[in-house]
């Protein structure tokens, strides 16, 4: 038992509670008893200080996650990597590379085995203007809650996307992976 309630100094019961080990105070003696106790996680094994899954759970959770998306993912062969090509296993550049044998370069040097895929990555301009957007930075130097009329003004919002499409330039792009094709590197037998 680690939860003991508090008292005021004339001896009245407070109805709050605290843990002895850590001496931090709760609301309930039921929250102040689990205070620092680990959680069970649903597999029965013990979890970590702070967390409601064990690390086994987690880890299968997670592999589960990359197992699901590439199952869904789209296939390539090599030859259609076109451009840039990401993979949480290389280790250069934040894992992005120019192209695959810039990539596989890399493996060979640092005598690593490289995956049996990667991904594609796709290209999206960094310019964003939209009428919400502006609006609320006209806005930044307001006490509290603003109000405001011209919502929606046709006119701004055919500005704000002409403005868009003008700096939409190779300069403005920036590659994220895309998690829908996945190039692969060996077939799996
Ligand atoms: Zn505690
Ligand atoms: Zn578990």
């Known amino acids: 038992m680690n939860a003991t309630e508090l008292y005021t100094k004339s001896g009245k019961s407070t109805g709050v509670f ?5 001496r931090v105070t709760h609301r309930t003696e039921e929250l102040a008893e689990r205070c620092c106790k680990p959680y069970i996680c649903k597999c029965g094994a013990e979890a970590e200080k702070h967390r409601t899954v064990c690390e086994t759970c987690r880890i299968n ?3 589960d996650m990359l197992r699901v998306r590439f199952e869904k993912a789209e296939k390539l062969p090599v030859s259609e990597a076109t451009h840039m090509v990401f993979s949480d296993h290389y280790g250069d550049n934040e ?3 120019n192209s695959v044998e810039e990539m596989l370069e890399w493996f060979d040097e640092e005598k690593e085995k490289p995956p049996t895929y990667i991904w594609a990555c ?4 960094i310019v964003t203007a ?5 609006i609320e930075s006209c806005f930044d130097d307001s006490y509290e809650d603003w109000e405001h009329d011209g ?3 046709k006119e701004l919002d055919e500005a704000l996307a002409k ?3 003008m700096n939409d330039k190779p300069q403005n792009k920036m590659w994220e992976p895309d998690y829908t094709r996945a190039i692969i590197l060996k077939e799996v037998s």
């Open 18 to 22: 605290y843990c002895t080990k850590c």
């Open 130 to 134: 939209t009428s919400e957007q502006l």
């Open 122 to 125: 796709k290209s999206r301009s």
């Open 95 to 97: 894992g992005f590379a």
């Open 163 to 165: 403005f868009v499409k």
């Open 151 to 153: 919502e929606g003004i």
């Open 61 to 63: 959770k997670y592999n």
